[in-house]
């Protein structure tokens, strides 16, 4: 069974209104436990608005969010099961910090769920060192901290509620190229030491190529395609015409392709195109 799936979601914001939009058109998905899933699409598909529902944040007009095989929406108890197990980052987390000290922060979300001290303690110690920062950030005011490190705590504050499900959106955007390969091998180291799913928004299909297992491309509030990296990336064209980006070293063998250099795959990474060209020039992989 997926850990999370949403069936036929329909949803439009100012209902009844003449500003009326379809955010969200017939949209199903499954969620494998354990999978990295990069979700990507042009500005206004959708994407915001289906992470939200996710975690019951927004409650669909029709259609289905199941946990493990429950509708998040069948009762109280299934909600609030929901709104722990599946944690939500914003885009701009740090926008949210609002208590006195990062320890306070980061022990928000285990103190709703009720855990004693001695495991909020605990958990909050295990989600700073998680994010890359040291125990001595915990008596600082999260105000004095830069904005890397901010919305580091942010996302420590939702890891710390252990869900099983991370869902980031758009977890780089602003940060400079350091703090954006540190939170990618953030996204995947918590995914490798805890089996839970991820579910992140990007704009960069360089990010996306580097960290998702599975992309799921949206467009005007439907599922375009979904597939694995090489298999969405290989559409280059299509992906094109949905205002989206293929990276550089996709288009290189996408045009190699065209003019008879067949390499056997599609490059998405700088890494696998090396290999892709010393196999094709029967050199082997290098190690
Ligand atoms: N709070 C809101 N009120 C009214 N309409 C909204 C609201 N939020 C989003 N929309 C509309 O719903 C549609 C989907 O928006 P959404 O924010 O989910 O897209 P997105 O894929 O996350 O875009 P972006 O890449 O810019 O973040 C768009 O047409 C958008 O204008
Ligand atoms: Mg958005």
Request: some cysteine; aromatic content about 8%.
């Amino acid at each position: 069974m997926s850990v999370l799936s949403v069936d036929n979601l329909i949803y439009g914001y100012s209902k009844g209104t003449p500003f009326e939009t379809g955010a969200l058109r017939g949209v199903s998905l499954d969620f494998e436990q354990g999978e990295i899933v990069a979700l990507i699409g042009h500005t206004g598909s959708g994407k915001s608005t289906l992470l939200q529902h996710l975690n019951g944040l927004l409650k669909a007009d029709s259609g289905k969010v199941l946990l493990e095989g429950v509708d998040i929406h069948s009762s109280k108890e299934a909600l609030r099961k929901c709104r722990f197990n599946v944690g939500l980052c914003f885009q701009y987390p740090e926008q949210q910090l609002f208590e006195s000290t990062v320890y306070k922060d980061i022990a928000f979300g285990p103190k709703n769920m009720g855990l004693s001290e001695e495991e909020i303690k605990s958990r909050v110690y295990s989600a700073i060192s998680y994010v890359g920062l040291s125990e001595e950030y915990l008596q600082k005011s999260p105000f004095d901290l830069s904005g890397g490190e901010k919305r580091r705590v942010a996302i420590a504050g939702v890891i710390a509620m252990e869900p099983k499900v991370l869902i980031l959106d758009e977890p780089t955007a602003g940060l400079d190229p350091m703090g954006k390969n540190a939170l990618l091998k953030l996204i995947k180291d918590y995914n490798h030491s805890t089996g839970s799913t991820v579910i992140f928004v990007s704009h960069n299909m360089d990010d996306v190529a580097s960290v998702a297992d599975r992309v799921v491309v949206m467009n005007k509030g439907q599922v375009a395609i979904s597939g694995t990296v090489e298999q969405v990336y290989s559409k280059g064209e299509f992906l094109a015409e949905l205002g989206l980006d293929v990276p550089e070293i996709t288009n290189i063998f996408l045009e190699l392709k065209k003019n008879g250099f067949d390499l056997g795959e599609t490059a998405y990474t700088v890494e696998n195109a090396k290999n892709a060209i010393l196999r094709f020039l029967g050199k082997g992989e290098e190690i």
